[in-house]
């Protein structure tokens, strides 16, 4: 079954974006759990979770993802930035309880100037901070394009970051089709290839959750530009591929095109008729 769905804004609460994505046409979604780009949160209403949670078992949605802010960096040069980062970190994860079972992604950080090596240890210091046995959560790291300082470009980056965490059982993987490509990986010509490489690197049963985009870019050029699917790089074809692709069977696939509504719609009808043509 493929669960399908896009980001939504939890100004209107949580049990609102349920509602919301019925609409769509979607069986799953994302949302962040603060301001995307300042860091500013709200309090949560547990009754309105709980309200959530009632609708999507209702509705058999696939596992939510929700989505850390873009300023937090747990591997920054700055020491107050990974500070903010770490309380960013550890405020979420206490309100992704609210949520057992649901997936919680995040980019893992920008090294500014330290060096892979630096922002690895860092990000793994800080997950070691924040991860329990106890937690009902699963942690994905995201799957990056190698933009600039980046640190998870390659699989195995993202794999030294999993080998250095302690409680690694609570770890997974978000796979972003836009960022995998510009990062070099060839989704087009070699899907197969490229997820055994992922399985023999990092192991397929970590992968969780699927950030679904075409790429404004070429292949390998580092610059993470989202588009809207089969209008780019990538090629309605080749996300058909992904989408259908057994290994990814039952994983939510989140949509982040630059679309408004109705687009996402669109999109969202499109790749439930991949599964059910006709």
């Known amino acids: 079954m493929i669960y399908i769905g896009c980001h939504l804004s939890v100004t209107d609460g949580y049990e609102a974006m349920g509602y919301t994505m019925s609409r769509f046409g979607g069986n799953t979604f994302a949302w962040f759990t603060r301001n995307p780009r300042g860091g500013r949160t709200k309090p949560v209403d547990p009754e309105d979770v709980e309200a959530l949670l009632s609708y999507v078992k209702q509705e058999q949605f696939g596992p939510l993802v929700a989505h850390g802010s873009y300023t937090m960096n747990l591997c920054s040069a700055k020491s107050e930035t990974r500070k903010n980062g770490l309380e960013m970190l550890k405020q979420d994860l206490e309100r992704m309880e609210l949520l057992p079972g649901n997936l919680y992604n995040f980019h893992p950080g920008s090294h500014t ?153 669109r999109e969202i009808k499109t790749v439930l008729s991949w599964e059910n043509p006709g």
């Open 113 to 265: 100037g330290q060096g892979t090596e630096a922002g690895i240890s860092l990000i793994a210091d800080a997950l070691n901070k924040n991860l329990k046995p106890e937690m009902r959560t699963t942690v994905l790291l995201e799957t990056m394009a190698g933009k600039g300082s980046e640190v998870g470009g390659t699989f195995e980056e993202l794999r030294e970051i999993i080998d250095r965490v302690e409680c690694r059982e609570k770890l997974g993987v978000c796979f972003d089709t836009c960022h995998t490509w510009d990062a070099g990986y060839d989704l087009i010509h070699d899907l197969d290839g490229v997820l055994t490489h992922f399985d023999n690197v990092i192991g397929l049963g970590r992968l969780k959750a699927v950030h679904f985009n075409d790429s404004k870019n070429d292949r390998g050029s580092h610059k993470d530009r989202h588009e809207k699917l089969g209008q780019g790089a990538l090629g309605m074809e080749a996300m058909k591929r992904i989408a259908l692709h057994p290994a990814l069977a039952g994983h939510p696939f989140i949509l982040e095109t630059p679309n408004e509504d109705e687009g996402y719609m």
